[in-house]
């Protein structure tokens, strides 16, 4: 996020888009229904009629996958009205006069032929955005998880660009992350293109400092693999990949195409398995290492808003699990792998301040009431709440891309009729090993259903609650309908939390070319009663 | 705040509590300064999340020049104001008030499991001596047993009608989803038509639990461990489900969590928490819990083994595939769901261990 | 409407102002109660959240939940209708298979007993004379002073339009729009030193100019037409016989404030004042004085009636406020005053029925006229609503500092044969009592009163004779208060019942000395922390219960 979940009370007009913010961050949640109180402002961009829809003044129920001509028409209006921030624009922006012209084709005309939603709408939303003194702009994985999930987040970018709405109090674009610590995972390196801190792998500068740092001469200078090519490659014989490891993750449930996933895991020679429970993907592993779990162990993570907290042990860890640092370190050293005498969580955490930039003026104990969002760049820095703020992260001026609107990777047709798009539900985690052993949630959602339209079940001859056939390109799965006006006709939702009726046994029809992140909100199926 | 346009303004007005002179900011209350000079005044419908309501009329303070006493939690403070915060008047009015509020409810000490702020009005009755029995009369509030919710107990004979369930649910979720019945002695605590909570707006965020005084409202997953003989321990930690980073105090009696509160100082939540870190923290000491490293066997079930085994086991398997197929064979994928030592641990595991960048976490799920 | 669907009725007032009350009595119209399916479609309608619309619903006495119940029997059990037999009848009508119930005092004291059917007022002394009555007219007047109010209210026609301009009314509007200016018509007001007459008396013309110089629109003028106070029943007679006035008053005050709205917050209990106002407003409109660009003048007022549904706390104007916007009828902390925050927190002026209607009498005679209407230091007029255990009661329009005594004797003919009068109530109940043993000197002005530990209020005076039980008395006055008070503050939530319960002397076994400490203590707690003037004014009925009459409070106590 740009800006912090305290300020989400604070714009006079919000733009929420791909986000169930109600369910998934039902706290931040709270603070655009104070906004709302205040008299804000609120557009919601989504398929579904969520909660946050129906709070909403106006509800753009675009059609799946058609983010990115909605978003060209309201940069196209906005435009045009004259709404532009232009001194925010010469200041800090650069290619503003090619996105200009860029923009002239794509009228909310145009794009109500793509997004399904009246012309007007669009124009409505772009008028209010435009004219917004505090504009936030919220989003979630509705915007990512696309095949053009990184063209979603810029035209994003270009709106906020165009109005300004960036580095002040109550303005930004907030992506809200989903797990509690995926944002604490990109910190700490997790990923395949950035050292910890963010700093690209294929800087020969922090090539250098790794190198040294973690005593490794052979320290590829570049070749970053993502997880998505990594499990195309599992089993090959030619650079293929063999051994992996995985922590905390029910791989098999909650990414796309779980065939595709399962025959890529059984290809290895060897899986090890970290989990606090015996998991449909621990039970591919060959050795399973059982992890303290949360309320167990002492750690820091951080949250969507770059904050970084502590988390500490109430209990002893369940049995004989063990932190999953403690884990890692133990295969290593058994490895000979150096620098892995750790002997705290603390110990941990310190080294990767030593070596994050972003990190630098933290350690172990001045995090303790959670007081700093990164970066602190030194120590005694207050931390940064607001990004952006008088020049961008990155020192360079905000640049406006270019992009055209491309269809999803698949999409309706005489086979595959209709439109799936997939979710999450307020009382269920992802894929329940942690909210389905919680007593009593039952009470409140023991199963998952598909949601259809009213209209589309009497159209299509099914009965409400009883038990369909959907397939897609890639597999079938049983499960329950529900007739409910919060989806759109034509288009049926339902989540991945329950792997009775594991829905990602369909998705995967298409990965973003840069992020590699899968295409799960968007997969044509058809419909049969059973 | 660099540039804090009031700050200027705000050095000139002042006021006296108790003989204390301060400076205040304007639209300040007399009750959110005087809690700044330490002054200890009363409260049962207060929560400083929510708008000053001023209904339990126990902060009312003596403000010179004005008749009667003012509710300190509504009353704005003003350039010059003198404020006694307790004088023997006053001081007697709410022992009368609160033995007024005592008269309504059946029972005054409930356990602290019940919620977080279950305990204010105990404290308060215990301190100003309120247990006379005096106005002795009809009760209030009617228990909801009906609703079989298995979260939250609506034990509306201890309720005493301050609202902060309803304004929390309104101001501070944005929920609605319960209301304020009929009206004087009559008023109760429902949902619409009078509906379990399920068939209601209600989320099952527990803010009502949390905020109530009296344990009207309570925690029933927590009550479970009500006999438990040992104390209830708190630790301040973060909750592990989604991004937003809630700060909430998990509560233990001996080795066993027995519920979770939300952390009013949180800087991310401020005191909020949804249905799954309120809720939803018993899968840590569930029965399906691995409780020792598992290895699996030609016939594919699992042995269960000592750790010594089990990681001699996982790294001879990433030795025989770096000697058989090279470094470039071996993948890791960190946790968005543990902490940051996972994560850094299992990157530097990858990097340092095999020299390549086959790392990757689970947010392109 | 009685055909239309959810969605007409929905459509017909969803961007009208002030919308929730007028939605929800279409639907209580039309099904003759409030479904759960209507309650839902106003929620759905108005976007308001269901569970506070059906708490806010639940809140009115008057908002039935069960099929037929609006056309259910309402019997008035008011102090004075108890003791005219008001209890007997609810019982026959139970009796007799009705669906009966009781409600507070509905503003007929003058001619009781009201029972309230559907739309229509029946009154009588039995369950079997009930029949459709208008209200009373006022007495000739038996002073020797000019009236102001009631000056032309006897007229014949002069509740028609035709008629109330046959009588000079709308002269002071026309001339107000044609060579007023808005400064000097809140001039002459504060001149005139006219003020509150609901009970409160602030003085008008100030509380006008505060609105007027508050820059923050559009602002509002809203009567209070709730005229929920025992012993109260002025307010119906103006708007019943001289509805032009107020609409009239209104108007001027529109103008004089710089406000383009107003509503008359009407209580429920009047069922025919509220067409009489709805078919003024519409005349009135039709004849171009109401409206945009009144008498080409520039200046548009639009006025609207809003009926409230049965909670005497809706008098109390943040609750009156509250109600209006649709919320939740709790009391507004005070300040910030409705002058500055008021309707839809804007600036607004809430001004009393009798107060808005002296408004034209005052622009065409003169501030110093008015002023002069009072006895000695006092200016002008009040409105008094005489009841209970007297010859003559009804209203009077008494020159203020009348001696009680006249108004008593020489005006009502004093108490019924052979009797002789044990205590009067002031400001209809609130407050509280007055002994014989004082009666002979006091004067209605506030300053006498007052310094009697009472005050003149809304006007209400109740009338008890030698035969009554006193402490009976203050224990339906203290239920009455019990049974309204909105739940908002402890003090008073708890404390009316705990009064109630000890003034019942059946179900209380104190000691004297314990009822005596508990009731004081419960009355001070009352008096000086209530949030509102419910609270705090209940107590002075136990108070001066003890005052004037310790003896019957000793053996009420005793036994």
Redesign the interface.
Known sequence: MSNP??DMDKPDTIFAIGTNM?E???????GL??A??KGAKLVVADPRKTRLAE?AHLHLPIRVGSDVALLLAMAHVIVREGLTDQEFIADRCAEYEAFENHLKEFTPDWASGICEVPAADIEQAALWYGKAKLGAIYYTLGITEHICGVDNVQSLCNLALLTGNLGKEGTGINP??????????????????N??GFQP?VNPEFHKK?KEA???????P???????T?LNLCGQEE???????????N?LV???DKNHCEKALKAL????V?????TET?QM???????S?????D???????R?V????????S????????W??????K??G????E?ES?KD??N??CSLSPIYKGLNWDNIG???YQWPVPEEGHPGTPILHQDEFKDGKPGLFKIIGYRDPAEVIDDDYPVWLTTGRR??A?HTR?????????D??LAEETLEIHPDDLGDWDIADGSTVKMASRRGEIELKVEATTRSPRGTVFTSFSFAKTNVNILTGSGYDPV????E?KVCPVRIKPV | MINDPNSAIAADLSITIDGQSTTFSEGETIYEISKRLQRDIPTLCYDDRLDAFGGCRLCVVEVEGIRNPVASCTTKASDGMVVKTAPPKIEKMRKTLLEMVASENRQVDVDPLRGLASQELSTLVNKYGARSGRFAGAKSGTTNLQDANPFILRDYEQCISCYRCVRVCAEQEGDYAITVANRGFDTQITTEFNNDLRDSDCTFCGQCVQTCPTGALADKKALRSEELPEEIKKTRTVCPYCAVGCSIDLMTKGDKIVGAQPAMEGPANKGALCIKGQFTYDFIQHEDRLKKPLIKQADGSFKEVEWDEALKAAAKGFADARAKYGRHSIYGIASGRAPHEAAYSMQKFIRAGFGTHHIDNCSRA | MADATNEELIGQWKNQPAPLLPLLHAFHDRDGYLSDDALRAVSDGLKTPLADLYGTVTFYHHFSRTPGGLDAPRVCTGNICCMRGGNEILETLKAQGKAAAEMPCSGRCDEPVPVLTGHTTLAGTSADNLKPTPSPLPAPYPGVNEECLFSNIRKEGHNTLEGYQANGGFSALTKTLSSATPEGVIETITASKLAGRGGAGFPTGIKWNAVAECDRHPKSIVCNADEGEPGCFKDRTLMDYDPYALIEGMIIAGFATGAPRGFIYLRYEYPETNALLERCLAEVLEAGLLGNNIQDSGFTFHLYVRRGAGAYICGEEGSLLNSLEGKHPFPRNKPPFPVTHGFEDKPTAVNNVETLCAVPHIINRGADWYQSLGLGEHAGTKLISLSGDIKRPGNYEIPIGLPLKTLLYDWAGGPLEGRSVQAVTMAGLSGGFLGHQILDDLTLDDPCIRSHGSFLGAGGIMVFDDTRDMVKAAHDAMAFFAHESCGKCFPCRIGTQRLTERLNSESDNLSHEAWTEEVNDIGEAMKATSACGLGMAAPNVTDSLQKYFPDQVEASTNN
């Open positions: 979940l305290k109600t998934c961050h039902p706290v931040a949640a709270t229904k104070k709302l109180t709070l809200m992350r989903g797990q509690n610590n995926i944002q604490g995972a990109g910190d700490c390196g997790a990923v395949p293109a050292y910890p792998v790794f973690y005593q490794q001469p052979d320290l590829d570049g070749n970053p693999m993502t997880k998505v990594a650079n293929g990949i063999h051994a992996m490891i995985i922590d905390g993750e791989t909650t990414d796309p020679d060897h899986l090890v970290i989990d606090i429970f015996l621990a592993a060959d050795v399973v290492l059982p992890a779990a949360w309320g167990e162990t750690g820091v993570q951080a949250n969507t808003e904050r907290q502590r988390l500490r042990a109430a209990v002893p369940h049995g004989e699990s063990k932190p999953d640092w884990i890692i370190s133990g295969i290593a058994e490895l792998i150096p620098g892995f750790f969580a941990v955490f080294e990767l009431d959670g007081n307020l009382q985690y090993t942690q909210t389905g052993r919680a007593s009593g949630i009470y409140l992020t590699q992140t899968a799960l």
